[in-house]
Structures are given as structure tokens and as C-alpha cells.
């Protein structure tokens, strides 16, 4: 049963262009998601989260949107960059809980 | 300041044999959990590692044990292991409390031949 799904195993953005990656929950216990990018034999790295409180949170060219009653959540990175190639992978926990559930990633790939 | 590292890089083992994982914290961080991540999926949980003992577990069997020593570095053993096992290994630590940000290795590779 998986209880955070990235349906979408890859994306293909134009450098400059907004990327949005998606990511749906099932458990309604989860109360704080987390973004986390992958480079090839690197380990993941924390890149944003939010907290069920919030609807949305920014840093620099991130931003992640919480919409709880459709349990799901969006990461958009406006402008993308050739850097940003890389899996993404999002990631849920529940207040009770010390343990991470993660999707299955998304890999984006910036075009020149 | 080293990040998280992990011991070996790459290894490859026998089914039935045993297996053992090292993986040294960041610096100030006492809290390690592991993760299996298979090839094309995120990361699973196997457990996680505070004041030596272990605080919750992921749907792992036994045959994934840990240890953490009062320098907060941890070891990951797997025993008899099966072709299944292969995967990458990733050790993660932090300082906070659950769901806070946690900071990778570069995990180990392990093949079960």
C-alpha cells in the first residue's frame, strides 16, 4: 500500500520554464511533508517542507503547495535550471511517527 | 565539518552470509535511521537510532539488526541474506525532533549474488 505517490516518473521543463512536481498521500495522519533532490551516487538532500498548518512555502526559487483536503502537494521551481536535473523525492511523516515515507521519486531533466 | 559518511562504498555478498554496515553521523547530530531504497523506488525505513537504543522500526524482519555506539555512529547488520537484500543502504542523522530535516550519505551498494 503506498501512502505517498509520484505518479509521474519523469519530467521534461525547458531551462528558464516553471517545473512542477506532484506528489498524493493517502494517510491523513501525515502533518509534515519534505522535498528532497537526488543527484546520481549522491545520498538524497533535504531541499524544502512544510508543515500541515500551511498551505504553501517558499525559499528562493522553491516553493511547495499543501492542499490537504485533496491530499496532495505540489513543488515548483521557478526558473529551472540545468542544476536542477536530479530525482526528486517526496517525503510525509506523522506527528506520532519518527519514520519518513517516501514516494518513488520523479526525475527531472532541465533542456537547454 | 564531514557530512554523513558511510562504510563500505560498494560491497557484494552471498546469499546466506552476513552483512555489516557502518555509518558515522554528522557532526552534532545523534540520531542515525537507515533506509533500503531498491532500484527505482524511494527509500524504505528500516529503523532509527537514538541514545543507543532503537526507537521505532520500519516492516523489516529480524534479520536487519542495528547498533549505535555512544559516539552516536551506527551499524547496520543484515544476516543470511537473500537476493532480495540488494539494494542501496542509505544512513540519514539528524538532531531534531521526528520529521525534522535529516542529512544523507552517500549509502553503500549492496549485491547478493
Known amino acids: 500500500d503506498q501512502q505517498v505517490k509520484q505518479n509521474s516518473p519523469s519530467l521534461s521543463v525547458q531551462e528558464g520554464r516553471i517545473s512542477i512536481l506532484n506528489c498524493d498521500y493517502t494517510?491523513?495522519?501525515?502533518?509534515?511533508f519534505l522535498w528532497y533532490k537526488k543527484y546520481p551516487a549522491e545520498g538524497p538532500t533535504f531541499l524544502i517542507s512544510?508543515?500541515?498548518i500551511k498551505d504553501k512555502n517558499e525559499d528562493g526559487r522553491f516553493t511547495v503547495f499543501l492542499n490537504k483536503s485533496a491530499k496532495h502537494l505540489s513543488l515548483h521551481i521557478v526558473p529551472s535550471q540545468p542544476g536542477d536535473s536530479a530525482v526528486y523525492f517526496c517525503a510525509a511523516s506523522a506527528n506520532s511517527n519518527y519514520q519518513l515515507i517516501w514516494g518513488a521519486g520523479t526525475k527531472l531533466i532541465i533542456k537547454p | 565539518d564531514a557530512g554523513v559518511t558511510q562504510s563500505p562504498t560498494h560491497l557484494i555478498k552471498t546469499r546466506g552470509q552476513q552483512v555489516t554496515l557502518r555509518c558515522s553521523p554528522k557532526s552534532g547530530h545523534d540520531t542515525v535511521s537507515w533506509y533500503q531504497q531498491a532500484l527505482g523506488q524511494g527509500p524504505q525505513f528500516i529503523f532509527q537510532y537514538y541514545e543507543e537504543e532503537e526507537r521505532q522500526r520500519g516492516n523489516f524482519p529480524d534479520r536487519f539488526s542495528g547498533h549505535q555506539f555512544p559516539n552516536y555512529s551506527s551499524e547496520l547488520n543484515v544476516n543470511a541474506l537473500l537476493l532480495g537484500d540488494s539494494a542501496l543502504y542509505l544512513c540519514a542523522s539528524s538532531a531534531g525532533p521526528p520529521g525534522d530535516e535529516q542529512y544523507f550519505g552517500p549509502g553503500t551498494r549492496l549485491t547478493v549474488t
Open positions: 494517510n491523513s495522519m501525515f502533518d509534515y
Open positions: 512544510i508543515s500541515s
